[in-house]
């Protein structure tokens, strides 16, 4: 109750919006030319949204991995690439990531296919960024994913204690999923970025403290670690009762993630994002960097500026409407210049850090005049120190200032996944 009275308020607060909706109003080839004439560059984004198995607490759209179903996802995707070579044409794409879903299940099945056709066919100017899964990483597989130009990859090691990984249903034990890391390590990746849960039921600081030094110990360059979210459409979000929003669960998690900045700051590691913590000196892991992008495959996500494309979440009806000569728009959202400074600022927290000058060079208005009022007091309580060129969100702000914004997003989140992944084509999602 609370929640919602709160979400409600300072949303429309910081959108101007009474409520947030999506529509099923999907552009003409016009109005999407129109909207890709004046971007300078662009990120793309790709999602394989198959996995040999779905985990109880994972929000992600996916399935259950076929070969026949691979091989026709590959080439929906490629007519989907064929669609916006005409719109972008050769405009430098300066970002691009691979996620899902698990991209690896598609090592031998297609994934080498369309990245050809992208590299063949877009001006790619950047690195690939691929996820994987720890049992997917033999040193034959860690050598196929490296010859399709991958320079970053991360892994879904999540747990490193036999109980936790059992009780997440996850396919490997400590033992193994340590060995693969280390595998992965020594070879010659720039990025190697294991993502770890935490604040899971019934774990112990003690524990933590010892996942902690084991993830340092292993090598890896960046380590992304997230309190467990409960998402309500997952198997673990219906079950539990640990809301985010309770102060308990509030507080257990900012005292875990405590323990874990200590040992990651002492092992030379520095905070890149909210969770994430990357070893100095090394390019971070991320997802796509770049403001404008393209998301290719079922459920990717377009941001061009003043409005968002979502595509249908379900794989069979994304691959029916390429295979017609349609794309697969589901849901649409314009964005007024409001809403998307309020996206803007919700980003940059994410990242603990930005120049307030970007702004300016953004939306043409000083960062100061719209947002200032909110900054001072949150400098006066030690959550950022603002130098006036720069904004440096510290520990005790990046989390708090995060677990605020997640009083929308996983809301939010929950509301248009929720919908999508149960409805492939839904009218509207009012968020
Ligand atoms: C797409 S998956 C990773 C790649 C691969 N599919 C795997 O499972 O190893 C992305 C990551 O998001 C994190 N994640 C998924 N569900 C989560 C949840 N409910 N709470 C916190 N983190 C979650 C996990 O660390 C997971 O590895
Ligand atoms: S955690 Fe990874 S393997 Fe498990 S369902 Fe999600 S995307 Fe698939």
Not at 148 to 177: C, F, M, T, W
Not at 188 to 196: H, Y
Not at 316 to 323: Q, R, T
């Amino acid at each position: 109750m609370v929640e919602s009275f709160f979400r409600k308020n300072l949303g429309r607060l910081f959108t101007g919006e009474k409520e947030i909706a999506l529509e099923n109003r999907i552009p003409s080839f016009e109005e999407l030319d129109s909207k890709f004439r004046d971007i300078q560059e662009l990120g793309v984004y790709l999602h394989i949204p198959f996995c040999d198995q779905i985990c109880p607490y994972c929000p992600y759209n996916k399935e259950i991995y076929h070969s026949q179903v691979a091989k026709r996802y590959t080439n929906a995707v490629k007519k989907e690439i064929d669609f916006y070579v005409d719109i972008f044409g050769n405009k430098p794409v300066t970002s691009f990531y691979i996620g899902g879903g698990t991209p690896t299940t598609m090592l031998y099945s297609g994934i080498q296919d369309i990245l050809l056709y992208i590299y063949d066919r877009f001006n790619m100017q950047c690195e690939i960024h691929m996820e994987s899964h720890p049992n997917h990483l033999s040193a034959d597989n860690l050598n196929a994913i490296m010859s399709l130009g991958v320079k970053n990859l991360s892994i879904g090691v999540e747990s490193l204690q036999n109980r936790h990984l059992k009780n997440l249903r996850r396919p490997y034990d400590a033992a193994e999923v340590i060995d693969t890391v280390k595998r992965a390590v020594s070879k010659n990746f720039k990025c190697v970025n294991v993502d770890f849960i935490f604040a899971l039921p019934t774990q112990t600081c003690q524990e933590i403290e010892q996942a902690g030094h084991t993830l340092v110990e292993m090598g890896v360059d960046q380590i992304a670690a997230y309190p467990l979210f409960r998402f309500p459409y997952t198997k673990m979000g219906s079950e539990g009762n640990e809301s985010i929003f309770k102060l308990s669960t509030i507080l257990k998690r900012r005292k875990m993630l405590g323990i874990l900045e200590k040992i990651f700051y002492k092992a030379g590691f520095e905070r890149t994002s909210v969770w994430a913590f990357t070893r100095k000196g090394i390019p971070k892991y991320c997802s796509v960097t770049i403001p404008l992008y393209i998301g290719l495959g079922a459920s990717g996500g377009s941001y061009l500026q003043d409005v968002f494309y979502l595509n249908t979440f379900n794989a069979a009806e994304y691959i029916k409407a390429l295979e017609s000569g349609k794309m697969a728009f589901a849901l649409s959202l314009d964005l007024s210049v409001k809403m998307q400074m309020a996206g803007w600022l919700y980003w940059r927290i994410y990242e603990t850090r930005f120049i307030k000058g970007d702004f300016n060079k953004r939306f043409g208005k000083d960062f100061d005049l719209v947002y200032g009022k909110y900054m001072k007091p949150l400098a006066f309580l030690g959550f950022l120190k603002d130098d006036g060129e720069q904004i440096v969100l510290s520990d005790r702000g990046t989390f708090w200032l995060h677990a605020f914004e997640d009083l929308f997003s996983i809301d939010y989140v929950s509301t248009l996944w929720g919908t999508s992944k149960q409805e492939p084509w839904p009218t509207k999602v009012t968020l």
